[in-house]
């Protein structure tokens, strides 16, 4: 069992910063894939990026690349997102989320059977 925690949401103009943190505790070390998914209001849950936990590998979704940075510490156990040139259109709730099958890390949303609760971002113009 694998518990996932995220913070670091906030409030931000256009333009700005915010870096995303998710503390993994429980059984991790089988940990493969991990993930950033995002979900707006009304609108379906989206992948953001995904990373594989044994060599790196990254994969970002169109919308994020150039300006979203995907990475882990293993001995924190801990995900990141930085997001930099925020827009409006980024405003969601973001959730992290993991799986222990090997397979290529991508964000496909039913790969993934462990979720945290999320974190709320908002951009505002």
């Known amino acids: 069992q694998v518990q996932l925690v995220e913070s670091g949401g906030g409030s931000v103009q256009a333009g700005g910063s915010l870096r995303l943190s998710c503390a993994a505790f429980?059984?991790?070390?089988?940990?493969?894939?991990m993930a950033w998914f995002r979900q707006a209001p009304g609108k379906e849950r989206e992948g953001v990026a995904s990373?594989?936990?044994?060599?790196?590998?990254?994969y970002y979704a169109d919308s994020v690349k150039g300006r979203f940075t995907i990475s882990q510490d293993n001995l924190k156990k801990t995900l990141y997102l930085q997001m930099n040139s925020l827009k409006p259109e980024d405003t969601a709730m973001y959730y992290c989320?993991?799986?222990?099958?090997?397979?290529?890390?991508?964000?496909?949303?039913?790969?993934?059977?462990?979720w945290g609760q999320g974190t709320q971002v908002t951009v505002s113009s």
């Open positions: 989320a993991a799986h222990f099958r090997p397979t290529v890390c991508v964000t496909k949303r039913s790969d993934y059977n462990y």
């Open positions: 990373i594989d936990t044994h060599n790196d590998n990254t």
């Open positions: 429980g059984y991790t070390v089988n940990t493969y894939c």
